[in-house]
């Protein structure tokens, strides 16, 4: 079992920059692939980025340049800088973790990030 949980969700208007936490407990070994999704009000949720066990990393296009994912191992916890939001950046984002064989997927409880016109 991996447990994972966010913080750092938050109000902020446009241009402003908000990091999310997500710290990582249990059979953190296990993991092979963490990220960060997001999902607004009557969209699916949508992958943002992630981040391999070798520090590979991956962006949705909407977010390249703006968005920077990290993750520090002696922490077990990895990161998301967001920097000059948009209101369309307004989501319920979901810290996530997909293990190797077997192959589970985990899933954090969210944290709320509203960007404001």
């Known amino acids: 079992q991996v447990q994972l949980v966010e913080s750092g969700g938050g109000l902020v208007q446009t241009g402003g920059s908000l990091k999310l936490s997500c710290a990582a407990s249990?059979?953190?070994?296990?993991?092979?692939?963490m990220g960060w999704y997001r999902q607004a009000p009557g969209k699916q949720r949508e992958l943002v980025a992630n981040?391999?066990?070798?520090?590979?990393?991956n962006y949705a296009d909407s977010v390249k340049g703006r968005f920077t994912i990290s993750r520090d191992n002696a922490k077990n916890t990895m990161y998301l800088q967001m920097n000059s939001l948009k209101p369309e950046d307004t989501a319920v984002y979901y810290c996530?973790?997909?293990?190797?064989?077997?192959?589970?997927?985990?899933w954090g409880q969210g944290t709320q990030v509203t960007v404001s016109s």
């Open positions: 996530h973790a997909l293990t190797g064989l077997p192959t589970y997927t985990y």
């Open positions: 249990g059979r953190i070994f296990s993991i092979n692939v």
């Open positions: 981040i391999n066990r070798y520090g590979v990393t």
